[in-house]
């Protein structure tokens, strides 16, 4: 089973963001990662792939299944989504975040099912200390750990992130994008992660979709993207490919000799 | 051997994970059995407190037994106390959960009717009944106030309905139209005011500063149907709503149909405040302090925080309704006026020692 985008446009008002996008099949225990530069529309394909979003036109398959028609109850189970920015401030504790993620029926009541669901969960998760705390009183490495639990305890087939390690720094960046990627393998999730380092792209994802102008301009193994010249383009910068004593490809970018400091 | 010792290590953690999340359930439904047994208490201490004091054993046996202290007794407390005692409890539960639901729909902890422009408009409606005689239905007599302030506070309501469903226009923007509103309707019931007779303006600042005294057991019919309809509706959308506090876009991507679940409960809240506002006027506070009070108790987890904030609500102005007649013997002080004097230094030492806690 895969997922593959055919032909998505979205747009806002006139401006089209998505304009006849595709992505080729992305396989169960995959992790990739999505790049492009700021307002390239990561977020907006994301959010049209999780049916948040209307959708101008263009399909969403999951294997035979075309999410576009699926009701929306039934998409929130095969596709999650994790927003940009995650909640700061909330009187809810760990555990009941988690749990809302299990029931969004109209029973008021909770199933022990649910609970033993929730709990295992955190366990594996290994927080299962933070389980009284509220959202609001835990560092941002916890919160998304957090985040994490409510994408597993519904088991999806494809989970979205959206810049998962954007508030974190850098010992709890590889911790986070350690366990997406040990969890996608164990589970046989179709990840995508939307992230700003290239480098850190390629060191966990197997795959790189590079996107700019609306389109997916590439797609493949990570270490082919980092060699084109494409992905310098897509950011305006020199970029030149280095190996570290390690063996690891490394991507080194600089500003181009006539680029203009202001935000253009 | 290892592993199955690991296997129940892991057991026992999560065994002690789900005591400790039954544990904390449980103190919310103790947190809310004992608000329930103080809204009983103050509404019998309600009844029995004004001109010609009755013990509490006496009122207890009256409610008990319509006829067992005679005629007098009787008339005095089933019909003219208890309308009143009861009415503050419903009127007070259908601020509490109004303003509950606002703040969680709009994402902000100081959105109540007051602050949305949902009483003022009511206030206008009731303004122009009294000084025009103007109003949407012909021909009811002194249920023309009444009726003017309700479908005031429900147009207002459908106002920030209709602005909701307009694409692209975030709760804030609601917010601040809400605060427009506000002030549109002040200045147009302070334009009122200027050209009313001095019998009128009486009757407009008496009607503003909120009052139970028209109470009847018809209100009281009206006000129980309605919430036995909207309470179990709202329950029933509870973890929906806690979503929704984890943010628009993962509630979204839980399965929520977020546009409907606005509409709707934005049709409850507008009910629940423009029936409230018709009842005893203009009682700002309840609808606020209730649901801080109750975020502070039991957390944002809607299902105990929506019913919390009722019985706060109710219990806020159950003792205000005591207070207000306690005050001065054989004075009744307009509840409105007592709402505010006994709420806010009530609140701001909540707030003060909360935020004293949060900063240790």
Redesign the interface.
């Given at each position: 089973m895969s997922l593959s985008v055919s032909n998505l446009t979205v747009s806002y008002g006139s401006h089209v963001v998505l304009d006849q996008l595709s992505i080729e099949g992305l396989h169960r225990g995959s992790f990739t990662a999505l790049l492009g530069p700021n307002a390239a529309g990561k977020s907006t394909l994301f959010k049209s792939i999780a049916g948040l979003i209307p959708v101008h036109s263009g399909d969403v398959f999951l294997g035979d299944k075309n999410l576009r028609t699926c009701a929306k109850k039934e998409r929130a189970r095969e596709v999650i989504y994790l927003p940009q920015a995650f909640y700061s401030s909330l009187a809810l504790s760990v555990f009941e975040s988690v749990l809302v993620s299990l029931k969004q029926n109209v029973s008021w009541r909770v199933k022990s099912s649910d609970v033993h669901q929730v709990a295992q969960v955190l366990e594996l998760l290994n927080i299962a200390h933070l389980a009284e705390k509220n959202i609001s009183e835990l560092s941002g490495g916890q919160k998304q750990l957090v985040a994490l639990a409510r994408i597993l305890v519904v088991n999806p087939k494809i989970i979205l992130l959206d810049e998962p390690t954007s508030a974190l720094d850098l010992h709890h960046q590889l911790s986070i994008l350690t366990i997406i990627k040990k969890l996608t393998i164990e589970r046989g999730f179709i990840t995508v992660a939307a992230l700003h380092d290239v480098n850190l792209a390629a060191k966990f994802c197997g795959q790189i979709m590079l996107l700019d102008k609306g389109e997916i301009q590439t797609q493949g193994n990570a270490s082919d993207v980092l060699a084109m010249p494409l992905l310098g383009e897509a950011y305006k910068v020199e970029t030149s490919l280095e190996r570290s004593r390690e063996g690891q490809l490394y991507l080194d970018a600089k500003l181009l000799e006539n680029s203009n400091l202001a935000m253009a | 051997m290892k592993v199955s010792n690991q296997g129940h290590e892991?057991l026992q953690?999560?065994h002690?994970?789900?005591s400790?999340?039954?544990a904390?359930?449980s103190k919310k439904i103790q947190m809310l059995t004992i608000v329930v047994v103080l809204l009983a208490i103050s509404l019998v201490l309600d009844v029995s407190i004004g001109p010609g004091n009755f013990s509490f054993s006496t009122v207890l046996d009256v409610l008990m037994n319509r006829e067992s202290h005679g005629i007098k007794l009787e008339v005095i407390i089933w019909d003219y106390r208890l309308p009143i005692a009861v009415t503050a409890v419903i009127v007070g539960a259908m601020l509490g959960i109004s303003g509950a639901l606002m703040q969680t729909l709009l994402n902000n902890p100081l959105a109540e009717p007051f602050t949305l422009g949902v009483s003022s408009a009511a206030s206008f409606g009731a303004a122009l009944a009294i000084v025009t005689g103007i109003g949407f239905v012909a021909n009811v007599g002194s249920l023309l106030v009444t009726l003017n302030a309700f479908i005031f506070a429900l147009v207002t309501c459908g106002l920030l309905l209709l602005l909701m469903r307009i694409k692209g226009v975030g709760t804030q923007a609601i917010i601040l139209f809400g605060i427009a509103i506000f002030f549109a309707f002040n200045a147009m019931l302070a334009m009122m005011e200027y050209g009313a007779s001095e019998t009128q303006l009486q009757r407009i600042v008496f009607w503003m500063l909120g009052s139970l005294n028209r109470a009847s057991w018809m209100q009281i019919f009206w006000g129980t149907s309605l919430l036995a309809i909207i309470m179990p509706f709202c329950?029933?959308?509870?973890?929906?709503l806690?979503?929704l506090?984890?943010?628009e876009?993962?509630a979204?991507?839980?399965?929520?149909?977020l546009a409907r679940l606005r509409i709707e409960i934005l049709i409850c809240i507008s009910l629940l405040a423009a029936t409230a506002v018709a009842f005893v006027g203009t009682i700002g506070f309840v609808g606020l302090v209730g649901p801080h009070i109750a975020?502070?108790l039991v957390?944002?987890?809607q299902?105990y925080f929506i019913p919390l904030s009722a019985l706060l609500g109710a219990l806020m102005l159950s003792v205000t309704s005591i207070v207000s007649k306690a005050l001065t013997p054989g004075i009744i002080y307009p509840i409105g006026i007592i709402t505010a004097l006994i709420g806010v230094p009530v609140f701001l030492a909540i707030i003060i020692r909360h935020s004293k806690e949060q900063n240790l």
């Open positions: - | 892991i953690k999560q002690d994970l789900i400790g999340f039954v904390s359930e329950m029933m959308r509870t973890w929906r806690t979503a506090r984890l943010g876009e993962s979204l991507s839980m399965g929520v149909d975020r502070l957390g944002e987890n299902r």
